[in-house]
């Protein structure tokens, strides 16, 4: 069964930076789409980014493009996620979490169900505050 475990979390004043990274076990990772989501307090948990294991095509949320990376490594069988210009807004909890997707897979809508994705880590706290 597929692991992930999440590091990077913390606080960050607005305009900072923070990079997530996930490490992931257990499974033939090229068949994998890797995403990470993020849920604050009283909201739904929404997609941020996602990762095809295989090419790297990626999919960004229209509210982080351009602020925020996602990128994998094969070798290290680690996906990332560089955030840059934080704002109060990206305060959340962000997990890692993986599925093998239907095909043909949808890039642009790789990250739109969360409920799709069958395994999670267990989340890092993100706090963009001054």
């Known amino acids: 069964q597929l692991q992930l475990v999440e590091s990077g979390g913390g606080s960050v004043e607005p305009g900072g930076s923070l990079t997530l990274s996930c490490a992931l076990s257990?499974?033939?990772?090229?068949?994998?789409?890797v995403g990470w989501f993020r849920q604050a307090p009283g909201k739904e948990r929404e997609g941020v980014a996602c990762v095809t294991m295989n090419l790297g095509s990626t999919d960004t949320a229209d509210a982080v493009r351009g602020r925020f990376t996602i990128s994998r490594d094969r070798t290290k069988n680690t996906v990332t996620l560089q955030m840059a210009s934080l704002k109060p807004e990206d305060t959340a909890l962000y997990f890692c979490a993986a599925r093998i997707p239907p095909r043909p897979i949808v890039i642009a809508s790789m990250c739109d169900t969360p409920q799709g994705f069958t395994s999670w880590g267990q989340g890092t706290q993100v706090t963009v505050s001054s």
């Open positions: 257990g499974g033939t990772l090229n068949n994998y789409i």
